[in-house]
C-alpha cells in the first residue's frame, strides 16, 4: 500500500480521556497536514509539517491538542481531555512539496461520549 | 463569510445526466482541487488546478482565476458518482474547503 494510512479507523473514548492517532505518510513525501473535518462540514485546517518541522498551527489547536513528527516521517495527533465537541474526523494528507499533489488518508473518525 | 463557497449544497441526477458544481473563492490561491469523499469519510483527489481546464474520464474541472471560480462537471452521471465533492484551495501553506457539494445519481 503506498497510500497515505491512518490509524485507527475509528476510535470511541470516554470524556476527559487522552487519545493518539498516527500518519503514515507516502514515503518520498516530506510534507505532512492534518485536518478536521466536523459532520456536515468541509475539513479544517489544524497543522503542518515540513519534514520533522512544525511550520503552521491553526488557532483551532488549543493546548489540549499536540502533533509531532519527530523523524520527518510518521506523524501523531494526540488529544488530552478530550470533549464531546473533538468528535469529528481527522484528516491527514501529504504531498512532496509546495504545488505537487495531495495525497490524504481514510481519516480517523473519534467520537467522544 | 467561507473562503470558498460551493453551490448546489445538494444534488439529485437521474442516471446520465450531466451535472456541474459550482465553487467560487475569494482567497489569493495557488492551486485549487477538487475532493471527492465518500460515506467512510476518505477522500480522493480528483484534480489540482492553476489554470485552464483538466479532464479525466468522464470528469471535467475548470477554473477562471480572474473570476475566482471553478466547475466540476460529470458527463453521463452514473450511480457510483454518488459522494461528495469537496473544492478546496490552497492559500498559502494551508487549505481553505468548501462545505462540499452531496451528489445522489439514482439508477
Known amino acids: 500500500d503506498t497510500g497515505v494510512s491512518q490509524d485507527p479507523r475509528h476510535k470511541i473514548t470516554k470524556r476527559g480521556q487522552n487519545v493518539t492517532f498516527r500518519c503514515d505518510p507516502i514515503?518520498?513525501?516530506?510534507?505532512l497536514y492534518w485536518y478536521r473535518q466536523t459532520l456536515g462540514q468541509g475539513p479544517e485546517f489544524l497543522t503542518y509539517?515540513?519534514?520533522?518541522?512544525?511550520?503552521?498551527k491553526s488557532r483551532l489547536l488549543s493546548d489540549r491538542f499536540s502533533a509531532e513528527r519527530p523523524k520527518g516521517s510518521f506523524s501523531t495527533l494526540e488529544i488530552q481531555r478530550t470533549e464531546q465537541g473533538d468528535s469529528a474526523m481527522y484528516l491527514c494528507?501529504?504531498?512532496?512539496?509546495?504545488?505537487?499533489?495531495?495525497?490524504f488518508g481514510s481519516g480517523t473518525r473519534l467520537t467522544v461520549v | 463569510k467561507n473562503e470558498v463557497e460551493q453551490s448546489p449544497q445538494n444534488l439529485t441526477a437521474q442516471e446520465g445526466e450531466f451535472i456541474t458544481i459550482n465553487c467560487s473563492y475569494s482567497?489569493?490561491?495557488?492551486?485549487l482541487h477538487w475532493l471527492q469523499q465518500h460515506p467512510g469519510g476518505g477522500i480522493v483527489s480528483l484534480f489540482m488546478?492553476?489554470?485552464g481546464k483538466k479532464k479525466h474520464g468522464r470528469l471535467i474541472a475548470t477554473i477562471n482565476i480572474q473570476e475566482k471560480h471553478s466547475s466540476l462537471h460529470i458527463t453521463a452521471s452514473h450511480p457510483r458518482d454518488s459522494a461528495v465533492y469537496i473544492c478546496?484551495?490552497?492559500?498559502?501553506?494551508?487549505?481553505?474547503f468548501g462545505t462540499g457539494t452531496s451528489l445522489t445519481v439514482i439508477p
Open positions: 478546496a484551495v490552497k492559500g498559502g501553506n494551508q487549505f481553505y
Open positions: 482567497v489569493g490561491i495557488s492551486a
Open positions: 494528507a501529504s504531498s512532496l512539496a509546495q504545488g505537487s499533489g495531495y495525497t
Open positions: 509539517f515540513q519534514n520533522e518541522a512544525q511550520l503552521e
Open positions: 488546478l492553476s489554470s
Open positions: 514515503s518520498e513525501h516530506n510534507r
